[in-house]
């Protein structure tokens, strides 16, 4: 998919899947914008990108998209500087670790918010202008946490399997307007995501960044509205589909279980 000289907004971008999407991005000549909350890492990343790809804009956008208003806000940002964006990578998540009973009530709302809510309105900003277009890319980073229900992170395995059904559903809507929305769902990914949870869990196994990344820029040439990283990740989320309920229950727990 020949995407130089567009502009590509990506969430969660100071670090892990998001920065790795701003550097693939960059090498294919994409302008950028990236939000995320960490103002100096992304104006590190920036001045990386610029240094290494010359010729592209990059503009950042510090952020707490984990507020209500945060999209139109972001939206509204984008307005003034000026771009129209062509490529929606909706890669901010957050997870919390542990029972739902110990949890905070108003950090699980955050977390909803974060996951669900802002990526839903930020599609509902920037999709309709795509679509008018024939030309655009909505790539929703969901999990393999969205095809069965994760006791241990009740919450968060909730909010991506909304991100999977809600990306997929789009998917079907807008087949054939000439933008292509994909859902991509990661398994247990070596970044700072483990750590901001406080606990150490699915320690094996990790992939890298790039190599999430890489299944994802590939998936963009072909039709299918979800991509799973990783062969184990692929055959447990097909797996699921034909695991008894209290069976599939049981292994998710045994999985998600803090070292």
């Avoid at 802002?118 to 969901?142: D, S």
Wanted: hydrophobic fraction near 45%.
């Amino acid at each position: 998919m020949d995407l130089k000289n567009d502009t590509a907004l990506i969430t969660g971008s100071s670090g892990g899947i998001g920065e790795e999407f701003a550097v693939q991005f960059a090498r294919r000549g994409v302008n950028l914008v990236l939000v995320a909350r960490r103002a100096e890492k992304l104006s590190a990343l920036r001045e990386r990108l610029l240094e290494t790809t010359p010729g592209i804009r990059v503009d950042v956008v510090a952020a707490d998209l984990s507020l209500p208003g945060s999209a139109a806000e972001l939206a509204a940002k984008v307005n003034e500087l000026g771009h129209r964006v062509d490529v929606l990578v909706n890669n901010a998540g957050v997870g919390l670790h542990g029972d739902f009973v110990t949890q905070d009530v108003a950090a699980n709302a955050a977390q909803i918010q974060l996951n669900c809510v802002t990526l839903v309105e930020l599609t509902g900003h920037f999709l309709p202008a795509m679509t008018a277009a024939r030309h655009g890319v909505v790539l929703n980073v969901a999990s393999t946490a969205s095809f069965q229900p994760t006791p241990g992170m009740a919450v968060y395995g909730a909010t991506k399997a909304f991100v999977l059904s809600f990306t997929e559903a789009i998917w079907k809507e807008t087949k054939g307007s000439g933008v292509r929305v994909l859902a991509l769902c990661p398994g247990a990914t070596d970044t700072e995501f483990f750590e901001r949870t406080g606990e150490e869990f699915l320690t094996s196994g990790r992939q890298t960044s790039k190599q999430v990344v890489d299944v994802a820029m590939a998936a963009l040439d072909k039709s299918t509205p979800t991509v799973v990283s990783g062969l184990a990740n692929t055959l447990l989320a097909t797996g699921y589909r034909f695991t008894p309920r209290r069976v599939m229950l049981e292994v998710s727990q045994r999985l998600l279980k803090a070292n």
